[in-house]
């Protein structure tokens, strides 16, 4: 647990850094939703507000007088517990509040943390904040992906940042890495925060395998793609093939060939493919029929774990061959906190590792990231095993 000085140091570092994101954007790029997964970063500007406000603020404080009665329903993402919500698919619709309105909320309730936690030294509430202050750095990420997907999908193609770099190359000469057969400690042990999902720390059995310590390249993809890759149905599973032949899947989100040549969406705007960099935007579905063509596959999330210390992550959420499930002992929290992670461990697949928009001080070798197989609009990449 970081102390409360410095933890509410670490709090207004992040509610900064999630305004410096969005001051590359225009006005009316605030509300724009092009698909249920992405949310307008007016939304997540507010959401990340109204999770201070309304775990912390609501029951602690108790001089506190909310904003805006309406906000909980229009910022609430899927708290049951909480009470009535936009839903999802909607929130593209919020016209109003206005972009204004919602930086004087994110002010307006900056100060009453501030305000609260020079007065009270509670341990719970260092607990709460520091929750808050990561789910915020979570949406962090998640605004990074959702501008990206929104500026990628507008016919202009415009560039979000000159700064902002997406491929980052890796240098090193790529070889596999020999793990042997035993038993080896899962999961977070340690007084630093972690999700509870990293927990309960347990001990797993692995056979001996090797895992590559470098990504997969776009150039090797490439070639994935001329052999004809996505006209396969055998390298594919059966969900992954409808998933390809319903949405005519091609390429990589964000590839578009011009002239011959691939090209691909990126903060900069659209540039040709750097064949050297981490291949990104991929779907589990992809991952896992490209690792079938080379004749390997995608190593579990305990495979990851047990050989992270070997190779360098961190540029691309990696897709691993895992179900998302609960580890052993593992307790929900009471309340509106345990919608958390628990109730969505159905239907995913892990990832581990973080990716170049993850924010600093967020990621670790435990963390687990879920998302569907069929999306890729996180900075997903591929490391086989075998």
């Known amino acids: 647990m970081i102390l409360t000085d410095s933890l509410l140091d670490f709090f207004l570092e992040t509610r ?38 309304e775990f912390i603020l609501k029951p602690h404080s108790p001089d506190y007088v909310q904003f805006d009665e309406d906000f909980s329903f229009v910022f609430n993402s899927y708290y049951e517990t909480v009470g009535k919500r936009v ?9 109003r509040p206005s972009v204004k309105k919602v930086y004087e909320y994110r002010a307006y309730v900056t100060a009453g943390i501030k305000k609260l936690f020079s007065q009270n030294q509670e341990k719970n509430l260092n607990t709460l904040l520091e929750i808050g202050i990561h789910h915020e750095k979570q949406h962090q990420e998640l605004l990074l992906t959702d501008i990206k997907y929104i500026l990628g999908n507008n016919p202009l193609l415009p560039a979000y940042s000159n700064t902002f770099q997406d491929h980052p190359v890796e240098t090193h000469q790529q070889d596999w890495l020999g793990m042997q057969a035993g038993i080896y400690e899962i999961g977070h042990d340690s007084e630093e925060f972690c999700y509870d999902n990293e927990l309960g720390r347990h001990k797993v059995y692995l056979q001996d395998y090797e895992i ?27 969900e992954g093939w409808d998933w390809v032949q319903q949405n005519q899947i091609q390429a990589p989100l964000y590839w578009h060939k011009v002239d011959g040549e691939w090209h691909h969406y990126t903060a900069k705007g659209l540039e040709k493919v750097n064949t050297h960099a981490p291949l990104t935007h991929v779907s589990y579905f992809e991952a896992f029929a490209y690792a079938q063509w080379k004749g390997f596959r995608l190593p579990t999330e305990f495979e990851w774990e047990a050989a992270q210390s070997f190779y360098p992550w961190g540029k691309r959420w990696e897709w691993t ?6 580890y052993p002992n ?21 990832l581990r590792g973080g990716s170049v928009a993850t924010p600093e ?22 490391r086989l095993a075998r």
């Not at 410096?20 to 092009?34: A, H, K, M, R, S």
């Not at 839903?87 to 016209?95: A, C, F, K, M, T």
């Not at 061959?321 to 609960?326: D, G, R, T, V």
């Open 16 to 53: 900064k850094h999630s305004e410096i994101i969005c001051e590359p954007l225009e006005i009316e790029d605030y509300v724009v939703q092009p698909v249920v997964d992405v949310s307008p970063p007016k939304w997540h500007l507010g959401h990340t507000t109204w999770f201070f406000e």
């Open 87 to 95: 839903i999802r698919s909607d929130r593209g619709n919020l016209s």
């Open 212 to 238: 590559s310590n470098k990504l997969v390249t776009n150039e090797e993809y490439i070639q994935f793609i001329e052999a004809g890759g996505y006209g396969r149905f055998d390298l594919w599973h059966a």
């Open 321 to 326: 061959e895992s179900a998302y499930l609960p």
């Open 330 to 350: 593992y307790q929900k929290a009471d309340g509106a906190l345990g919608e958390y992670n628990g109730k969505f461990m159905v239907s995913q697949k892990v």
């Open 361 to 382: 001080k967020h990621t670790r070798f435990t963390y687990r990231n879920f998302f569907h197989p069929n999306l890729r609009w996180q900075f997903t990449g591929i």
